[in-house]
Every structure is written in structure tokens, then in C-alpha cells.
């Protein structure tokens, strides 16, 4: 069963910087996250989840929603289970819980849809000064 974890999140002034990892574990044989596409999405309370970024597992191509482009970006790390998400310039409204979630049936467009099928815990951030 894949298995995804969240960590990096927390509390950060507004301009700040945080930097988010995504864990993945449970592949079968050979198989790491770098073969899956993989997506961040955020959520507010009483809002719908949102789709911030994501990375192709074929090219890893990256796409961003509107709101953080140019100032989030979605790569891949040197350990082939870990996928990151850098958030610069935060601002109040990036403030929620990020997910990390993959599939590798799911296909990262921009889009952002939120059909995937594995998903991790979530990681609280919060922008404020």
C-alpha cells in the first residue's frame, strides 16, 4: 500500500520562505515515487481542497496554479522517494493544511485536479505576522 508523509509545515511571517517534503514508502520491488506523478493541494476549512502544483512522472514537467506561480515550485529530490514543494514569499492567503497525494493512473495537468488516489496526512502552514 503506498504510503505518503507530509513534512516542512509551520507557522511563517508573511515574505517568509518554507520548504515541504513529500515521503513516499509501501512500492512494490524496484518502484519509487519518481516513477508516479505527484501533486500538492491545500485546504482551508470550509473550503474546497486546491490544487498548488505538480510534477509529471514522464518528463517531470511542472504545473502551478495561477495563484502560486512564480513563487512555489515542485521538484523532485536526489532521494528517489521525496518529492518537494519550495514556497517563497508566502503570503496570508496561502495559509492551510498541504497534501501530498500520487497515482500513477492520475495524470498532472493544469488542471490540478484532485482524483488521485493516495494521499498523505497533511501539513499545517501558516503565514501570519
Known sequence: QVQLVESG???VQPGGSLTLSCEGSGFT?????????????RQ???????????????????YYA?????RFSVSRGSAKNTVYLQMDNL????????YCATDFHWICTRR??????????G???????
Open 9 to 11: 509545515g509551520g507557522l
Open 29 to 41: 520491488s524496484d518502484i519509487t515515487l519518481q516513477y508516479f506523478p505527484v501533486g500538492w493541494f
Open 44 to 62: 482551508v476549512p470550509g473550503q474546497r481542497r486546491e490544487g498548488v502544483a505538480c510534477i509529471n512522472n514522464a518528463d517531470d514537467n511542472t
Open 66 to 70: 495561477d495563484s502560486v506561480k512564480g
Open 91 to 98: 503570503k496570508p492567503e496561502d495559509t492551510g493544511v498541504y
Open 112 to 121: 490540478l485536479n484532485a482524483n488521485v488516489d493516495y494521499w498523505g496526512q
Open 123 to 129: 501539513t499545517q502552514v501558516t503565514v501570519s505576522s
